[in-house]
């Protein structure tokens, strides 16, 4: 059974660009989480969608958007890029119901110059 | 406001040693998991606890909660330096699933 995947993996990019990010999950699964990775603000939750519908929300700024497709994959876009913006982007895959465990996939490294 | 505290935020421990790391949350919440992050790579899933007293092993590492302390532990029994990464505790609540609340994340540094 195949993991989660993200592309790009990595990805350079200049303030006040945008930039979309690819997730998808395990073959199956209906729930994508997003989540930013930085070493000053840790692990932070960014947005759940379930089922092309967003679930849950974190504190991120409008900049900061999502969708899901009909076969569950995910996109995340960021608008208006700043330095700050730069982090390691992680997805999580989830069954949806019953939801006791996300699978993580390896990451988008995103650098704004 | 859920949030979540680990401590240590640093274990340098000898190879053969015992330690514990503790995870912290201020509010009731329904479920704690354990995560394993190895440096620039993704998150592992260690153990998933769902409720009070649950107790769960997975060769040298036992994580287990209490959830009327609002803690969770995970021990490391005789480290050994494949252990070597930083430890996230994380929770999350029912009406918020899969909105995983992380600690700080203990890094763990195992000395041969």
């Known amino acids: 059974k195949a993991g989660v995947t993200q592309t790009p993996r990595y990805l350079i990019k200049t303030r006040g660009q945008q930039v979309t990010l690819s997730c998808s999950p395990i073959?199956?699964?209906?729930?994508v989480s997003w989540y930013q990775q930085t070493p000053g603000q840790g692990l932070q939750f960014l947005f759940e969608?379930?089922?092309?519908?967003?679930?849950n929300k974190g504190n991120f700024p409008g900049r900061f958007s999502g969708r899901q497709f009909s076969n569950s994959r995910s996109e995340m876009n960021v608008s208006t890029l700043e330095l700050g913006d730069s982090a390691l982007y992680l997805c999580?895959?989830?069954?949806?119901?019953?939801?006791?465990?996300?699978?993580f996939g390896p990451g988008t490294r995103l650098t704004v110059t | 406001e859920l949030k979540v505290e680990q401590n240590p935020l640093f274990l340098s421990m000898q190879e053969g040693k015992n330690y514990t790391i503790y995870c912290n949350y201020s509010?009731?919440?329904?479920?704690l998991y354990w995560y394993r992050q190895d440096p620039g790579k993704s998150l592992e899933s260690l153990f998933v606890?769902?409720?009070?007293?649950a107790v769960k092993q997975e060769g040298r590492l036992m994580a287990s909660l209490d959830t009327k302390a609002r803690l969770s532990t995970l021990h490391i029994t005789a480290a050994v330096h494949d252990l070597s990464a930083t430890y996230f505790c994380?929770?999350?609540?029912?009406?918020?699933?899969?909105?995983?609340?992380f600690g700080t994340g203990t890094l763990l540094a195992v000395q041969p």
């Open positions: 999580a895959s989830s069954p949806g119901i019953p939801t006791y465990e996300q699978y």
């Open positions: 073959s199956g699964h209906r729930s």
């Open positions: 969608y379930f089922s092309e519908t967003q679930r």
């Open positions: 509010t009731t919440s329904d479920r």
């Open positions: 606890l769902l409720s009070n007293g």
């Open positions: 994380a929770v999350d609540r029912y009406g918020a699933t899969n909105k995983l609340i």
